[in-house]
């Protein structure tokens, strides 16, 4: 099971961190990814990680301004999300092996 947290409203220029908590089940050595989903928009990608942490990609939209990182040890993969834009607004969604999260709703506000 997938669990995202640490969505929530921010106004444009604010951060928010989110999580990705597995458990049931471990993917150590699986690549994690965000994705999002604006209203009325297909589900884009955001970015993702290697196992290792060692190897991260993100979309050109998101480049700069957000972080992914993982905690192998907790299970647990992370999006710091800086300098947020009105376009950020979405539902972000992590998945790793073919399973996804829930997801966790963001809205940044002028």
């Known amino acids: 099971q997938l669990v995202e947290s640490g969505g929530g409203m921010v106004q444009a220029g604010g951060s928010l961190r989110l999580s990705c908590a597995l458990s049931?089940?471990?993917?150590?050595?699986?690549?994690m990814r965000w994705f999002r989903q604006a209203p009325g928009k297909e589900r884009e990608f955001v970015a993702s990680?290697?196992?290792?942490?060692?190897?991260?990609v993100y979309a050109d939209s998101v480049k700069g301004r957000f972080t992914i990182s993982r905690d192998n040890a907790r299970n647990t993969m992370y999006l710091q999300m800086d300098s947020l834009k009105l376009e950020d607004t979405a539902i972000y969604y992590c998945?790793?092996?073919?399973?996804w999260g829930q997801g966790t709703q963001v809205t940044v506000s002028s």
């Open positions: 998945t790793v092996a073919g399973f």
């Open positions: 049931g089940r471990t993917f150590s050595t699986a690549p």
């Open positions: 990680i290697t196992w290792s942490g060692g190897n991260t």
